[in-house]
């Protein structure tokens, strides 16, 4: 058995390193120059249903003779847009399963509970190993209960498990009322994972001309905290498997994230930033870390760092400052 290997939600992966899901998962060639860079897997990019009804309306306003009342040629429509982003999605995981040897896990985001069991079938059929469900709308409905959003993301779980084989997991946001209790309840649904967590795209402001921009879309290396604590927290408490996602950047964080209990690690911005190939020098550092360390499996040090009851709980569960500041001089720190 190799040092590296790595069981994630039963696939069998060479090691614990998957690309997630973004722009260079969109392509066959992006693909394969993933595969080349000794990843283990790959997620990949997400079919955004809303996008689909997006493009939707913008071809039928660019349409000549479009009548916004005719019914049947909307729903005809919007069929044969659906089904056009089903058969593309569907020749790229036929050309990546000719042409890479590493497990595909395909990408959902819906907007209606409706529509997800259809397109779980279609990437199913389509050959993808695993799904991932991403999972997140943003709860900025002041008349809605806290509950709701995780109720609604409960039932498409139960519903796309009853309907499809292959192993599911749930991309989540770091934001809800009781993040763990939301983990467990996935859990005891069924999933076969959990990736924590997704990052969205943020708004920002110029303060020179007053619009809205786009944030920076990547995240820094110092972004790992939050996942670092909460995979720490839910490691031994849910059977399913955690696979960590924000801010890994380099192989010491990707250690951290395996010492908290992580199965996988999924990197992104990364590739963005320091190009395809850094996942080698992640590996690379890995295992000469391990050897350093007289490891001679991830599974030996895998969650040797978690959250317990006990003495060193109150360290994750902290979050205030509190004392912090007072063992120093502010006027020294300035
Ligand atoms: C350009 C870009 C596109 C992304 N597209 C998707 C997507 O389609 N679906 C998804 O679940 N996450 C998407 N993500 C989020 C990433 O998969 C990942 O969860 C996030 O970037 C945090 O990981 P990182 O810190 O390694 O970048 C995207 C991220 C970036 C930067």
Redesign the pocket.
Known sequence: MKILDTKYMGLRLKNPIIV????LTATIEGLKRIAQSGAAAVVL??IFEEEIIKEHEETLKNRIGYQDNNLEFLDYFDYQLKSDTLKNMADLIAKAKEEIDIPIIG?L?CASSGEWISYAKHLEKAGVDALEL?MFKLPFDIEQQADEHEKLYLSIVEKVKKHIAIPVSV?LAPYSSNLAAVIKKLDDAGVDGVTMF??FYNVDFDIMTDEIKAGD???SKM?YYNTLRWVSIMSGKVGCDLSA????HNAETAIKMIMAGATTV?????L?KDGIGSVAGILKNIEFWMERRGYLSVDEFRGSVHHEPGENSERFERVQFMKYFSGHNPEEII
Do not use: A, H, L
């Open positions: 997630g899901s973004c722009g990019k997400s990408s985001n991403n991309k997704n990052r879309p990547y995240s972004d996602s924000t801010g890994i999924q990197v992104v911005s990364m963005y």
